[in-house]
Nanobody, 121 residues
Framework: QMQVVQSGGGLVQPGGSLTLSCETL????????MGWYRQAPGGQRELVAA?????STIYADSVKGRFTISRDQYRVTLQMNNLKVEDTAVYYC?????????????????WGQGAQVTVSS
């Protein structure tokens, strides 16, 4: 049975860095793409970044130049630098998805448990 397990998150001051990690377990075929979403209080879940098995990436405009997504076969990492107050949200790993026309489509049965990221002085 597939499981998506996240680690990381926490409290950091503006300008600081955090790393989120995620692993998809129980899958024995290649995963086309993986990604990270976030949901701020009162907001909708939004795509932060996604990466294909070939290394193609997409980022939300708000995080370009500050966040970096990387992966190996079943693990995906989000390195977040120069964090801002507006990055505060619960971050969810999308442990399996598809990539089409430079867009990422999550498998809605493949979410991690979520991790709180709080950026505050």
């Amino acid at each position: 049975q597939m499981q998506v397990v996240q680690s990381g998150g926490g409290l950091v001051q503006p300008g600081g860095s955090l790393t989120l990690s995620c692993e998809t377990l129980g899958v024995y075929i290649s995963i086309n793409a993986m990604g990270w979403y976030r949901q701020a209080p009162g907001g909708q879940r939004e795509l932060v970044a996604a990466v294909t098995s070939g290394g193609s990436t997409i980022y939300a405009d708000s995080v370009k130049g500050r966040f970096t997504i990387s992966r190996d076969q079943y693990r995906v990492t989000l390195q977040m630098n120069n964090l801002k107050v507006e990055d505060t949200a619960v971050y969810y790993c999308s442990g399996r998805g598809t990539w089409s026309n430079d867009n990422y489509y999550p498998n809605h049965g493949a979410w991690g448990q979520g991790a709180q990221v709080t950026v505050s002085s």
